[in-house]
């Protein structure tokens, strides 16, 4: 009796919006590492808060595979993030947009050269009390926010110049209009979900990462007595949630990339944290938290023919 094997090729870095089959399997969150980092050290970088779960989760993944790296996030507004960034005040950052061109001009004065990495397809999620209307359109919730009537619902972000906040405020900008006075913010999401409890008429935009982990039991305690909005596109009546599924169909709305911008050694700790979080493991503790990779996921396999 022969035995042949044939080796499937293992994870290539293809953008998700290459159509093919996702083969992925969770429990490879749970495998051992069998390589670990050689590298030892300290590092601190910035992240723009509406990830700090989707980070905080990926520390602790890589801390089994660098167990001598330690690093310390910090979770800032977008705003602040960039300008820690333009202020080389950190080697990498995680925020919700490219640089544009007048960061890459100040990078390129420097004389540095900046390494950007698309790391995750995100979305951004609205909440209401639980009993209130939980179905709107995309020009709905755009009409919202230019309101000034007092009957209107509250808009509630979780900070002035956040991610979420630049989201709808640069696309109403564009058009050549601004939020209406019924929007407010506070600070941040956590403070958002708790006004949606015990307050009525308002609506809180969230980053969906922060609800997306439906296995956390914070989570679940988070999203007693308030809901997930269901929302469509334009002014259609196919209403949806921000999973997985709904944003990369591209059926959901309110979504946007994740960017990682990092300048510094190829060899730096840094680099070496972005490296894990663009492959292979880093992807699939994006999707076991509820969020879609930027990259497609494959395993190797080894098939036994007789």
Known sequence: MLLHTKKINS????????????????FACDTPLT????YEGTAT???????QPYIETLLVAYGGFAPKEHYTPKFEREIDVINTFLADKSNLVFMSRDLDESELAHFKKMKYTIRTEKIILGAIALLSPMGEDSTYTEDEVYKMMLSNDENSPKILFDDVQSAN????????KKQGKKFGNRV????????????MKSNKNCIGVIGYNWISDIDDKEVVANMKNVQLLQISKKSSTNYVI?????????QYPFTHF?????????????????????????????????LQPYYKISREFEFVFE
Request: charged residues 20%; aromatic residues 16%; glycine residues 6%.
């Open 45 to 51: 970088f910035v992240a723009e808060k509406n990830i």
């Open 11 to 26: 994870m290539k870095n293809v953008p998700i919006f290459s159509i093919s089959l996702l083969m992925v399997f969770l």
């Open 165 to 172: 906040f630049n989201y709808f405020y640069d696309r109403l």
């Open 242 to 250: 921000p999973t997985m599924y709904y944003v990369y169909e591209k």
């Open 35 to 38: 390589n670990k980092s050689e």
């Open 184 to 195: 407010k913010c506070l600070h941040g999401n956590q403070q958002v979900i708790d006004y």
């Open 258 to 290: 994740w960017y990682a911008h990092y300048h510094g050694s190829k060899k730096g700790l840094e680099a070496g944290l972005l490296n894990y979080v663009i492959n292979q493991k880093g992807q699939l503790i994006a999707k076991k938290s509820g």
